[in-house]
């Protein structure tokens, strides 16, 4: 990407929710020109919320949350060796307690998606702001967030498909349910530090930096370098923290 400063105070023609949204996948430089203008964010919110509940629906319906519960709880041996320790009875329970939490925490997604969008929003303002002297404001950047981690919805919706194209419930996994990065092609005896990162490379996840950067560099004012800086920095460290965790898991 060119390191130019992105001076763009406002689109040359106003867009609307829609235009904006075909056009971060076309012309990502439009929309986040037009943040300028306007901060609304309402409409990727809003399509976020809908693939959301789409695929929590197609789960429900397809495979059960209590075969999604047993799932996770497979393929974490640590979990698992402390439910095999409990009673009969006192296994049925845990198990059910963790279903429970597993449904109605996927269902609220879209409440959690806002503040990890208001927090990773504050994040980025305060990295361009601070580092590198940057203009962004907070309206302005949590819009870049909501648009551009629109990617994010394509893996859902891919995800909705492979539900119901018959997708063998024993092998589903939750926590990377589509083949969009490495580490769902993996073996799982592999250690869990590499499955980790190789999940961390994701085609969507790697868009959506992409995104964020064209935006961060736009409504920041800065640098493209030095947006990619922020944003690529960040997410290099919280896969790095998924890394370690991994290892010592």
Same mark, same amino acid.
């Given at each position: 990407?060119?390191?130019? $400063? ?6 040359t ?5 829609i235009?904006?949204?075909? !056009? ?9 020109? !037009?943040?300028? *203008? ?8 809003? %399509? ?5 509940? =789409?695929?929590?629906?197609?789960? &429900? ?6 075969? %999604?519960?047993?799932?996770? #709880? *497979? &393929?974490s ?6 439910? &095999? ?5 006192q296994? =049925? ?9 597993? +449904? ?9 998606a /806002?503040i %990890?969008?208001?927090?990773? =929003?504050?994040? /980025? ?6 580092g590198?002297?940057?203009?962004? +404001?907070?309206? &302005? ?15 859902g %919706?891919?995800? #909705? $498909?492979t539900?119901?194209?018959? $997708? ?45 950067? #064209?935006?961060c560099?736009?409504?920041?004012k800065?640098k493209?370098?030095? =947006?990619?800086?922020?944003?690529w920095?960040?997410w290099? /460290?919280? $896969?790095l923290? +998924?890394?370690v965790a991994?290892?010592?898991?």
């Open positions: 990407m060119p390191d130019a $400063v992105a001076q763009p105070e406002a689109s023609q106003p867009l609307n929710e235009q904006r949204v075909v !056009d971060t996948f076309i012309a990502p430089a439009r929309t986040f020109t !037009d943040v300028l *203008r306007s901060a609304s964010w309402w409409l990727p919110w809003l %399509i976020g919320v809908v693939v959301t509940l =789409a695929f929590a629906f197609a789960i &429900q319906q397809k495979i059960g949350w209590e075969k %999604i519960t047993e799932n996770t #709880i *497979r &393929q041996p640590a979990q698992m060796q402390r439910i &095999q320790q409990l009673p009969a009875d296994q =049925a329970k845990a198990l059910g307690f963790s279903t429970t939490i597993t +449904k109605y925490a996927f269902w609220a997604t879209p409440a959690l /806002l %990890i969008a208001l927090i990773c =929003a504050g994040v /980025l303002m305060a990295t361009l702001n601070f590198f002297g940057g203009r962004a +404001k907070f309206g &302005q950047m949590f819009a870049v967030w909501m648009y551009g981690t629109l990617p994010w919805a394509i893996q %919706i891919l995800g #909705i $498909v539900v119901y194209a018959g $997708v063998d419930p024993d092998s589903f996994n939750l926590k990377n349910f589509v083949g969009t990065n490495i580490g769902y092609y993996l073996p799982p005896d592999l250690p869990h530090w590499l499955i980790a990162l190789g999940t961390s490379l994701d085609v969507t996840t790697i868009w959506a930096l992409i995104l964020l950067t #064209i935006g560099a736009i409504i920041g800065v493209k370098g030095q =947006a990619a800086i922020a944003v920095g960040w290099a /460290l919280i $896969v923290v +998924k890394v991994a290892a010592f898991s």
